[in-house]
DNA sequence: TGACAAATACTCGACTCAGAGTATTCTGTC
DNA sequence: GACAGAATACTCTGAGTCGAGTATTTGTCA
């Protein structure tokens, strides 16, 4: 029901928009909205209700009078407190100097392909691949055009970063699939062999136990990882 | 209690594990930590122990005997379906093949950055960088290893993408340093006088409002964002 | 002027996740 | 041979998330 520790970056966004003025809830989610930060930041209704309450709960947000206008449902405004603004400069202070590891949907796949059969898998990397030039493409069309207007590059940032990381992907899918057709990835026999006799090729070929830092350490360099 | 969309992979981690063969839930998580894909995929057990239990009622898996050997606590072992075996590749092949936008905490600093006094963002940044490289310079190490050792590539994939994103990352980060130390980014002259005076930036130059796709649209290209 | 969509401002409950806690058994070592 | 500690195999609780639902008001277009 609340944010007690640093897991949903909704609360960061809740405190900076605080940081400017008093606002209720659906105010600050409209701002959020207008600003684009829902692009970055997960925003839906029943997280910002709880997230509000839990700053609250943990004093770093106050909320005051209960206005009511007619007869919508009473607004309560909050303020953000001395508590409220050292923890977002803390709190964003270390979003931007540690890396936290991040568990992409995509690595996931990556980790779990051999369940496919690989004559399958370059075909759907193809569309994988066709999917992000589209929208690198469109989002790239979108930020010259709100540049053009006159919206200063800061605001663009996370914009920018984005179209970096999927243009790497890009790149990165590219030659995947240029390595498993030029046969520079290797083991593809084995591979179909398994999905075809149910030999198992992890069995076959390796056993990772004991390697150091294959199943424990690794990547959490930084913080614990958040949430 | 239960997914019953696919929100979790580790739902999709357990398919496989079971496709192999049957297992109880501890043994599939062995199993995962062996193979390092706890690396790619949140695991835990309240996690796991739900995502099992979810499998199930969705008809996906099936708890067979209930073994106890000595007092130890009885263990349920379960077995893939042919649901759960369409409901596997289905869900692998739209991980590989559809794109999902993915909500990064270093986006949401980004996003937000404003609130931090521009003087100090450039330390945090090199802070950034640093670590990362460190962690990039430890992990190819591993990898490299790992191969050396006759692990097949096609297990190492994820690892790969991991540090081919983060190489990405890296560079761009390198390069917004360059552009606020050489003026590049503009507008620091505003961003400074709002800390210091309070006005806001947002309001002084700019307005969002009415610009197509700059609230709404934008990059739900592919699936409804899973979860 | 009536009617229907969009905006306003939340509430609610069901689901999901995390991870500390529990109870037992094996393993190594002095 | 006895004791510490790792491994086995979960359970339980409560925090957190999601998003459809609710109820009013404002805008708009014929």
Chains 1, 2 share one sequence.
């Not at 004093?59 to 607004?75: A, D, M, V, Y």
């Amino acid at each position: 029901m609340a944010p007690r520790t640093r897991a949903n970056p909704l609360a960061l966004a809740v405190l900076t928009s605080l940081y400017e003025k008093p606002m209720h809830p659906y105010e600050i989610s409209q701002t959020l909205r207008e600003r684009g930060v829902d692009r970055s930041v997960r925003l839906n209704f029943g997280s910002l209700y709880s997230v509000v309450e839990g700053l609250e709960k943990r004093g770093l947000i106050q909320g005051g009078e209960k206005i009511r206008e007619g007869r919508r449902p009473e607004r309560t405004v909050y303020e953000i407190t001395e508590a409220g603004t050292t923890e977002m400069t803390d709190w964003l202070v270390d979003l931007v100097s540690i890396p936290v590891k991040e568990y992409l949907q995509f690595e996931a796949g990556l980790a779990l392909l051999g369940a496919i059969h690989p004559d399958e898998v370059v075909g759907l990397l193809r569309q994988r691949v066709a999917a992000m030039e589209s929208t690198i493409e469109q989002d790239t069309a979108e930020v010259t055009d709100i540049i053009r207007r006159g919206l200063p590059r800061l605001f663009l940032l996370e914009a920018e970063y984005q179209t970096a990381l999927q243009q790497a992907e890009v790149q990165w899918v590219r030659q995947l699939i240029a390595d498993i057709e030029s046969g520079r990835l290797g083991d593809l026999e084995q591979w179909r062999a398994w999905h075809e006799t149910g030999q198992h090729i992890w069995d076959i070929e390796f056993d990772t136990t004991g390697l150091p830092g294959f199943d424990k350490t690794e990547n959490n360099k930084g913080q614990e990882d958040n949430r």
